[in-house]
């Protein structure tokens, strides 16, 4: 059973930076597509960012944070990260990532609020 611990989210101004962090367990991480997903109030969970699997060469974005965030993998890790630049107040939402289709269980997320 795969699972993920999320981290690296807080409280930033507008146009400030995070970086975050995901640690899966799981011998066979570098197989899967893996996404960030995030969900804000009232909102509906959705997918902001996924990097193919194995060499991580390929990545996707959704247009709302296309050319602000990249996502990339260290597979010797088991770790996927998510870096947030040039954050708008939209952005705020918890922050979770999952296997691309979202298969395996949810972690706690990580909270990122972009505030002023």
């Known amino acids: 059973q795969v699972a993920f611990v999320e981290s690296g989210g807080g409280l930033v101004q507008p146009g400030g930076s995070l970086r975050l962090s995901c640690a899966a367990s799981?011998?066979?991480?570098?197989?899967?597509?893996m996404g960030w997903y995030r969900q804000a109030p009232g909102k509906q969970r959705e997918l902001v960012a996924r990097?193919?699997?194995?060499?991580?060469?390929?990545?996707i974005y959704a247009d709302s944070v296309k050319g602000r965030f990249t996502v990339s993998r260290d597979n010797a890790k088991n770790t996927v990260y998510l870096q947030m630049n040039s954050l708008k107040p939209e952005d705020t939402a918890v922050y979770y990532c999952?296997?691309?289709?979202?298969?395996?269980?949810w972690g706690q997320g990580t909270q990122v609020t972009v505030s002023s």
């Open positions: 999952n296997e691309v289709p979202a298969t395996a269980g």
């Open positions: 799981g011998s066979i991480f570098r197989f899967h597509v």
């Open positions: 990097v193919s699997s194995e060499s991580g060469s390929v990545t």
